[in-house]
């Protein structure tokens, strides 16, 4: 795992989408983005982060800033959770572990069968600023602590508003 640093570009990932296409997170210049990548259907704190994060999409899109989540799972299972939780921001699939390495993000292996059947990402939050730098990141080894939405809502609004630099830049 390489860890990422503020202020370089996300690596770029091409991932597949529900309902079709591709997408490659923080490639593109000119907008806000964030990706969050999430453990997958087997989580249940992930299901109550992204109903949370359904709740405040609305918020996030009047700053400008869109949305994207991304999971290893395969397409089945991303499209079940989609179903059920009524999600509408993009959801992508199949995140293999060499996109996740090169993410920085965490891997771990399932606990049993019965919670998944392969190796899967721990959350990861990413914003991409308007000049396709890694403004805001957020990286976990456990389900159990990942970055408050409320916070980060209004964390890129003061940083949008005040123009405030990218933090965390010296390593």
Request: hydrophobic residues 40%.
């Amino acid at each position: 795992m390489t860890p990422l640093n503020p202020g370089e570009k996300l690596p770029e990932v091409t991932l597949s989408l529900i309902g079709g296409g591709k997408i490659a997170p923080g490639q593109a210049v000119g907008e806000w983005q964030m990706l969050v990548v999430y453990r997958g259907r087997h989580c249940p704190r992930c299901k109550t982060y992204f109903k949370k994060l359904q709740g405040l999409l609305a918020d996030f899109e009047k700053l400008g800033l869109s949305v994207v989540a991304a999971s290893a799972d395969p397409q089945e299972k991303a499209e079940a959770d989609v179903a059920e939780e009524g999600w509408t921001f993009p959801v992508a699939y199949d995140l293999s572990i060499p996109q996740m390495q090169a993410l920085g993000l965490y891997i771990s292996d399932p606990a049993s069968p019965n919670e998944t059947d392969r190796p899967f990402a721990e959350p990861g939050l990413f914003v991409v600023n308007d000049q396709g730098k890694l403004h805001v990141l957020g990286i976990s080894n456990s389900a159990s602590c990942r970055p408050d939405l409320d916070i980060v809502l209004d964390g890129i609004k003061g940083i949008q508003t005040r123009g405030l630099p990218i933090r965390g830049t010296r390593v």
